[in-house]
């Protein structure tokens, strides 16, 4: 996630969240407020996260109410159905797979047992190596452990540089998004593949897969299948993305069983909540979540490229559920303007300073989103 100048009460106010509380004060809000302006019209757009507006699978969200009585429990045995199922799902063995709250506590989890300075007693001295742009927050969880950060340009074509990231890794951990945020590009699975095999064994290499179920491309393929011959190679995977989970906080790691149990005494005992848990099972069950996700990002995707091309803006090839487009000219204002629209698109991403990311929205809030992007690059 990005940081937003938007507070979270404040956004879900936007939203119209806690509108049960104003419809039980009808007289209250109405004295205060006679002429109340359309909610339909002053919702917030939010397309600066990368989330999945359609939400939990039908299968989860009933699964979740029908689990509510479990809530007294602690998640152990649910922490455990779910571990199953990923591992069934995914190819691997159960003692292959760490629960976290989100992959983001797995991206913190890596850089805890594999970064950290030289004089850092508990964790091997390690350099992180990264992608500039890519997603920031491992970089932050290592410089806290006093870790050095290398960060090695995308490619022209927006891949990583395997090549100069395997040069700058030492002991360590290089960090490999595939896609990439906030590019939505892909390196392509032949390269990443020849450098796993040839990395050396005490170079630890964290494949980020957020996004791997948006992806359309015969240039790429999951690195799960190399994990059993490659005990330095970690995938990280979430319930955030196309499973419509983000408000949940569920994710994972898959590593050889060695692997994982470096990682583990990082991770909290009992982290990902119950509900979380129950969900994550009950969507892995349903199998037209991922195939109607795609199919509708990819629809609603085509919306915003149209418009782009005919506006004669670049974007850069999206194999994700977000796109970046090249505006010729910074980003900083635009964002702004966007916003005093209603329209909440990326940050700013200082090694792309030109370009906007935006979220794939729902139809309807891509045309909002088009309608809004006329207004401000015309001022
Ligand atoms: C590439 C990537 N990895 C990890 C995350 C963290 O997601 P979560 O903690 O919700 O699983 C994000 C969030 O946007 C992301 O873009």
Do not use: W
């Not at 797979?97 to 983001?104: E, F, N, P």
């Not at 890596?110 to 970089?139: K, R, S």
């Amino acid at each position: 996630m990005n940081t937003s100048t938007i507070s979270r009460r404040r956004f879900a106010q936007l939203l119209g969240v806690g509108a049960a509380a104003a419809v039980a004060r009808p007289a209250l809000s109405l004295a205060r407020s006679p002429s109340p302006a359309p909610v339909a019209t002053t919702r917030v757009v939010r397309l600066s996260h990368n989330e999945n507006p359609y939400g939990p699978s039908p299968k989860a969200l009933k699964a979740i109410t029908d689990g509510f009585e479990f809530a007294c429990r602690y998640p152990d045995d649910h922490a455990d159905l779910l571990v199953e199922a990923i591992a069934t799902n995914d190819g691997v063995g159960t003692n292959q797979v760490l629960l976290g709250a989100g992959s983001g506590e797995i991206l913190r989890v890596c850089a805890a047992a594999f970064t950290g300075a030289p004089a850092n007693a508990d964790a091997a001295a390690g350099t992180l190596v990264v992608a500039d742009p890519t997603f920031e927050a491992i970089v932050g969880h290592a410089q806290r452990r006093g870790a050095e950060v290398v960060k090695i340009p995308l490619t022209s074509s927006f891949a990583h540089d395997l090549p100069a990231m395997s040069a700058a890794a030492k002991r360590g951990l290089v960090y490999v998004c595939n896609p990439n945020n906030p590019t939505a590009s892909l390196t392509p699975k032949s390269d990443l593949r020849a450098f796993i095999t040839s990395a050396p064994r005490e170079t630890m290499i964290l494949v980020d897969e957020a996004y791997h179920h948006y992806v359309d491309s015969p240039d790429y393929e999951s690195v799960i299948p190399l994990i059993k011959d490659h005990p330095n190679l970690i995938v990280a995977r979430t319930f955030s993305k196309i499973y419509g989970m983000a408000g949940m906080r569920c994710g994972y790691a898959l590593a050889q069983p060695e692997a994982i149990e470096r990682l583990r005494p990082h991770a909290l005992n009992d982290g990902v909540n119950i509900t979380a848990l129950i969900a994550a099972e009950a969507s892995l069950r349903d199998a037209n979540q991922v195939a109607t996700g795609r199919r509708l990002n990819s629809e609603a995707r085509a919306v915003v490229l149209k418009e782009f091309a005919a506006l004669g803006y670049q974007h850069i090839p999206s194999h994700g559920n977000f796109v970046m487009v090249d505006l010729k000219r910074p980003v900083v204002p635009l964002i702004q303007a966007m916003r005093q629209r209603n329209v909440q698109v990326g940050r700013l991403f200082p090694s792309l300073p030109n370009h906007m990311r935006v979220t794939i929205g729902k139809k309807g809030e891509m045309e909002r989103f088009v309608s809004a992007f006329r207004e401000v690059i015309k001022a």
